[in-house]
C-alpha cells in the first residue's frame, strides 16, 4: 500500500469520525430534550431539576383525577380517529383519481391539493374561524374533525398515490380478462395492493391531527379542549409537574400507535406478497 | 310475512347486480368524483375561507371585535406606513435565513451519515429521525423550557466546563428560540438528504477517487450535486417553517421575538380586529407565494413536498 493511499485512508476515516460525531451531536438535540420531559414527570420537587433528586408518582395520581386532561385526550383521540379515516379515504380516492384518469391541469390541481401543508396553519386557523363565524356556524368538535382532515389530507394523498405509482396495473386487466368486474377486481386485486399505503396514510393522518396546535387553537372551546392545547397554556401559564405527565402520556401514544399501525401494515405486505 | 322476506332476498341480489352494473356504466363518473373529493375538501374548508380572509381585509373593524361592512384600504394604509410591521415581516425573513443556515449543515451531515452508514443500527436511527414527526411539536418546543432556564442542564454544562463564570441567560433570548427551532426543524432537512443520499452509488464516488479526486473534490462534484434535490426541498421546508413559526417565539422566545405569525395571532385573537389580521396574513400569504415562486424557477414545487415523505 503507498503511503499516498494510507494518507487517504486516514482523511477517510477522520472524514467520517466528524460526522459521527456531528451526527451524535444532533441526536443528543433531537432525544434530551424529550428524556429530560419524561424523567421530569417522575420529579418530586415542584421545580424539577435534572436529574432529579427523589422520585415519585404523585404527579400521576393527580393527573388521572383531572378530568379536564381526560377530556382532552379523549377529545384528541376521537378527532384524530375521525381524521385518519376521513383523510384516509379521501386521500385514497382521490390519489386513484390522480393516477388513474387524465384530466386537464393535473400539475396545477395537485399543487392545490399540496396547499395545506404550505399555507401557514395560523392562516388556515384565521382564515376557517372568520368563515365558519360570518356562515354563522358555532365552534364545536366537527370542525376539529373537518378542519384536521384537511391538514393532513396532502400527506395521505401523497403516500397513497406513490403507492399507486408502483402498482402493475395489468394485475387489474388481468382479473377482468378472468371475469371479475370492477368492484371484485378493486376488492380483490387494488384494495391489497395499496392497503399498506392507505394505513400508513392513516396512521399519519392519526398523529398529525393529535399533535396540532397552531391552527387548532382557533378551533377548540372548552368542553373539546385539545391535548396540544392544553400543553400549551400551561406551559404559558403555571409549569405544573403534571404537564409534564401529559406530555409523556402523548409521547408514549404518538409513538406507539404509529408502531403498532407500521407493524399492521407489515404484516399486510407480507399477507399480499 | 314469510312472503315479505322471500321477496327481499329474492330482489336483494338484483339489486346488487344494478348497482354493479351502475357503478361499470358510470365508470366515466366514478373516475371523475375520485380526483374531486380531495379537491373539494380543499376547495370548501381552505380556499373559500381564503377568500372571506380577502373580503374582510377591505372592511374595517368597529368597537368590540365589530366589523364595519363598508370596503375601504384603511387596513392595507396601516401596513404600508406602519413601520413596526414592516420590522416584524423583516425579523421573520431574517429568522428563516438563520435558521436555514444553521440547520442545512447539521441536517445534512446527519442525512448523509444515515443515508452512507452500513451499521445493523441504521434502521434504528432513521426511526429516532421519523418519531420527531410523530411527537407533538408543543411538546418537541417547551422541552427545552427546563434544558435552558438558568438551572437548566445547559447552564450546568457551561459552568462545569467553566466557560462561563454565572449562569447565562438563553431561555426566553433569540439563541434559544433558533435553538429551540432547529432543532425541531432538523426532520425535515434530514430526511430528503437521506432519501436522496441512500440511492447515490457508491461506485461513482470511488470512480472520482480512482481518478485522483481527494475526498472533498468528490464529495464537491459527486456527492452534493447529485443530492441537490434533497438539499432544495430541506431548505425550502427549513425557511417556511422557521420564518412561519408560532411556538417557538412564543414558548422559548424574548420580547423582541415578534415573529409574523404570533403577531397576527395576538391581533385576530387578542385585540379582535380581525379585519386587519386578514391584511397581515394575506401580505404573509403574498410572501410565500413569492418565495415559492422563486423557488419553483429552481425546483419543482410538488417534488420539493414530496420528499419529507419517506
Same mark, same amino acid.
Given at each position: 500500500?503507498?503511503?499516498?493511499?494510507?494518507?487517504?485512508?486516514? /482523511?477517510?476515516?477522520? #472524514?467520517?469520525?466528524?460526522?459521527?460525531?456531528?451526527? @451524535?451531536?444532533?441526536?443528543?438535540?433531537?432525544?434530551?430534550?424529550?428524556?429530560?420531559?419524561?424523567?421530569?414527570?417522575?420529579?418530586?420537587?415542584?421545580?424539577?431539576?435534572?436529574?432529579?433528586?427523589?422520585?415519585?408518582?404523585?404527579?400521576?395520581? /393527580?393527573?388521572?383525577?383531572?378530568?379536564?386532561?381526560?377530556?382532552?385526550?379523549?377529545?384528541?383521540?376521537?378527532?384524530?380517529? @375521525?381524521?385518519?379515516?376521513? !383523510?384516509?379515504?379521501?386521500?385514497?380516492?382521490?390519489?386513484?383519481?390522480?393516477?388513474?384518469?387524465?384530466?386537464?391541469?393535473?400539475?396545477?390541481?395537485?399543487?392545490?391539493?399540496?396547499?395545506?401543508?404550505?399555507?401557514?396553519?395560523?392562516?388556515?386557523?384565521?382564515?376557517?374561524?372568520?368563515?365558519?363565524?360570518?356562515?354563522?356556524?358555532?365552534?364545536?368538535?366537527?370542525?376539529?374533525?373537518?378542519?384536521?382532515?384537511?391538514?393532513?389530507?396532502?400527506?395521505?394523498?401523497?403516500?397513497?398515490?406513490?403507492?399507486?405509482?408502483?402498482?402493475?396495473?395489468?394485475? /387489474?386487466?388481468?382479473?377482468?380478462?378472468?371475469?371479475?368486474?370492477?368492484?371484485?377486481?378493486?376488492?380483490?386485486?387494488?384494495?391489497?395492493?395499496?392497503?399498506?399505503?392507505?394505513?400508513?396514510?392513516?396512521?399519519?393522518?392519526?398523529?398529525?391531527?393529535?399533535? /396540532?396546535?397552531?391552527?387548532?387553537?382557533?378551533?377548540?372551546?372548552?368542553?373539546?379542549?385539545?391535548?396540544?392545547?392544553?400543553?400549551?397554556?400551561?406551559?404559558?401559564?403555571?409549569?405544573?409537574?403534571?404537564? #409534564?405527565?401529559?406530555?409523556?402520556?402523548?409521547?408514549?401514544?404518538?409513538?406507539?400507535?404509529?408502531?403498532?399501525?407500521? !407493524?399492521?401494515?407489515?404484516?399486510?405486505?407480507?399477507?399480499?406478497? | 310475512?314469510?312472503? =315479505?322476506?322471500?321477496?327481499?332476498?329474492?330482489?336483494?341480489?338484483?339489486?346488487?347486480?344494478?348497482?354493479?352494473?351502475?357503478?361499470?356504466? $358510470? =365508470?366515466?363518473?366514478?373516475?371523475?368524483?375520485?380526483?374531486?373529493?380531495?379537491?373539494?375538501?380543499?376547495?370548501l374548508f381552505l380556499f373559500l375561507p381564503m377568500t372571506v380572509i380577502v373580503a374582510f381585509s377591505l372592511f374595517r373593524a368597529?368597537?368590540?371585535?365589530?366589523?364595519?361592512? =363598508?370596503?375601504?384600504?384603511?387596513?392595507?394604509?396601516?401596513?404600508?406606513?406602519?413601520?413596526?410591521?414592516?420590522?416584524? +415581516?423583516?425579523?421573520?425573513?431574517?429568522?428563516?435565513?438563520?435558521?436555514?443556515?444553521?440547520?442545512?449543515?447539521?441536517?445534512?451531515?446527519?442525512?448523509?451519515?444515515?443515508?452512507?452508514?452500513?451499521?445493523?443500527?441504521?434502521?434504528? %436511527?432513521?426511526?429516532?429521525?421519523?418519531?420527531?414527526?410523530?411527537?407533538?411539536?408543543?411538546?418537541?418546543?417547551?422541552?427545552?423550557?427546563?434544558?435552558?432556564?438558568?438551572?437548566? +442542564?445547559?447552564?450546568?454544562?457551561?459552568?462545569?466546563?467553566?466557560?462561563?463564570?454565572?449562569?447565562?441567560?438563553?431561555?426566553?433570548?433569540?439563541?434559544?428560540?433558533?435553538?429551540?427551532?432547529?432543532?425541531?426543524?432538523?426532520?425535515?432537512?434530514?430526511?430528503?438528504?437521506? $432519501?436522496?443520499?441512500?440511492? +447515490?452509488? *457508491? &461506485?461513482?464516488?470511488?470512480?472520482?477517487?480512482?481518478?485522483?479526486?481527494?475526498?472533498?473534490?468528490?464529495?464537491? =462534484?459527486?456527492?452534493?450535486?447529485?443530492?441537490?434535490?434533497?438539499?432544495?426541498?430541506?431548505?425550502?421546508?427549513?425557511?417556511?417553517?422557521?420564518?412561519? $413559526?408560532?411556538?417557538?417565539?412564543?414558548?422559548?422566545?424574548?420580547?423582541?421575538?415578534?415573529?409574523?405569525?404570533?403577531?397576527? &395571532?395576538?391581533?385576530?385573537?387578542?385585540?379582535f380586529n380581525w379585519p386587519f389580521a386578514a391584511t397581515l396574513s394575506l401580505v404573509y400569504v403574498a410572501m410565500i407565494v413569492? +418565495? %415559492?415562486?422563486?423557488? $419553483?424557477?429552481?425546483?419543482?414545487? *410538488?417534488?420539493?413536498? *414530496?420528499?419529507?415523505?419517506?
Amino acid at each position: 500500500m503507498s503511503i499516498r493511499k494510507y494518507v487517504s485512508d486516514v /482523511e477517510t476515516n477522520w #472524514n467520517w469520525h466528524g460526522i459521527r460525531l456531528i451526527s @451524535a451531536l444532533v441526536y443528543l438535540t433531537m432525544i434530551l430534550p424529550l428524556i429530560v420531559v419524561v424523567v421530569n414527570s417522575f420529579s418530586a420537587q415542584r421545580i424539577a431539576t435534572f436529574p432529579p433528586r427523589g422520585l415519585t408518582l404523585d404527579w400521576y395520581v /393527580e393527573f388521572f383525577r383531572d378530568d379536564m386532561f381526560l377530556s382532552a385526550v379523549w377529545v384528541s383521540t376521537q378527532v384524530g380517529i @375521525a381524521a385518519a379515516i376521513l !383523510a384516509g379515504a379521501i386521500g385514497t380516492l382521490t390519489a386513484m383519481g390522480f393516477v388513474r384518469k387524465p384530466f386537464p391541469m393535473k400539475k396545477a390541481l395537485s399543487i392545490a391539493l399540496l396547499t395545506p401543508m404550505i399555507v401557514p396553519p395560523v392562516i388556515v386557523g384565521i382564515a376557517a374561524t372568520s368563515f365558519f363565524a360570518e356562515i354563522g356556524l358555532d365552534r364545536n368538535i366537527w370542525w376539529l374533525i373537518v378542519m384536521h382532515t384537511l391538514l393532513a389530507l396532502p400527506y395521505a394523498f401523497l403516500i397513497v398515490r406513490s403507492r399507486l405509482y408502483l402498482f402493475d396495473e395489468t394485475l /387489474e386487466d388481468a382479473a377482468m380478462t378472468l371475469g371479475a368486474d370492477r368492484l371484485v377486481t378493486f376488492r380483490e386485486i387494488t384494495l391489497p395492493q395499496v392497503a399498506p399505503a392507505i394505513v400508513t396514510a392513516m396512521v399519519l393522518s392519526f398523529v398529525i391531527s393529535f399533535g /396540532e396546535f397552531t391552527a387548532s387553537q382557533f378551533w377548540v372551546q372548552r368542553e373539546t379542549t385539545t391535548v396540544p392545547v392544553v400543553i400549551y397554556s400551561m406551559v404559558r401559564t403555571t409549569i405544573t409537574p403534571k404537564v #409534564n405527565v401529559l406530555a409523556t402520556l402523548v409521547l408514549v401514544i404518538t409513538i406507539v400507535v404509529p408502531i403498532v399501525g407500521l !407493524a399492521i401494515q407489515r404484516w399486510l405486505t407480507n399477507n399480499t406478497n | 310475512m314469510s312472503n =315479505e322476506t322471500a321477496s327481499t332476498t329474492a330482489e336483494a341480489p338484483n339489486r346488487i347486480d344494478s348497482i354493479r352494473q351502475r357503478l361499470m356504466e $358510470s =365508470e366515466r363518473f366514478g373516475y371523475l368524483l375520485s380526483p374531486g373529493s380531495g379537491l373539494l375538501w380543499v376547495l370548501l374548508f381552505l380556499f373559500l375561507p381564503m377568500t372571506v380572509i380577502v373580503a374582510f381585509s377591505l372592511f374595517r373593524a368597529g368597537e368590540f371585535g365589530t366589523i364595519i361592512y =363598508e370596503p375601504t384600504l384603511e387596513n392595507y394604509r396601516r401596513f404600508v406606513n406602519g413601520s413596526v410591521y414592516h420590522r416584524v +415581516i423583516a425579523r421573520s425573513l431574517l429568522i428563516g435565513v438563520v435558521t436555514t443556515l444553521i440547520v442545512l449543515p447539521f441536517g445534512y451531515t446527519l442525512g448523509y451519515f444515515l443515508g452512507r452508514s452500513k451499521s445493523r443500527w441504521t434502521p434504528i %436511527l432513521l426511526g429516532l429521525v421519523v418519531v420527531q414527526f410523530w411527537v407533538p411539536l408543543v411538546i418537541r418546543t417547551y422541552a427545552w423550557i427546563p434544558i435552558l432556564g438558568r438551572q437548566g +442542564i445547559f447552564n450546568d454544562f457551561l459552568l462545569w466546563l467553566g466557560v462561563v463564570g454565572q449562569p447565562v441567560e438563553i431561555l426566553y433570548t433569540t439563541h434559544g428560540m433558533i435553538l429551540g427551532l432547529a432543532v425541531s426543524i432538523m426532520p425535515f432537512m434530514v430526511l430528503p438528504v437521506y $432519501s436522496i443520499v441512500s440511492t +447515490i452509488d *457508491e &461506485e461513482i464516488i470511488q470512480a472520482a477517487k480512482t481518478l485522483g479526486a481527494s475526498d472533498a473534490r468528490a464529495f464537491r =462534484e459527486v456527492t452534493l450535486p447529485l443530492s441537490w434535490p434533497g438539499v432544495v426541498s430541506g431548505i425550502l421546508f427549513t425557511f417556511i417553517l422557521s420564518a412561519g $413559526s408560532y411556538l417557538a417565539p412564543q414558548l422559548l422566545g424574548g420580547t423582541n421575538d415578534r415573529l409574523i405569525a404570533p403577531v397576527i &395571532e395576538t391581533v385576530f385573537s387578542q385585540d379582535f380586529n380581525w379585519p386587519f389580521a386578514a391584511t397581515l396574513s394575506l401580505v404573509y400569504v403574498a410572501m410565500i407565494v413569492g +418565495i %415559492l415562486y422563486l423557488f $419553483s424557477r429552481k425546483a419543482d414545487i *410538488e417534488e420539493a413536498l *414530496e420528499g419529507t415523505q419517506l
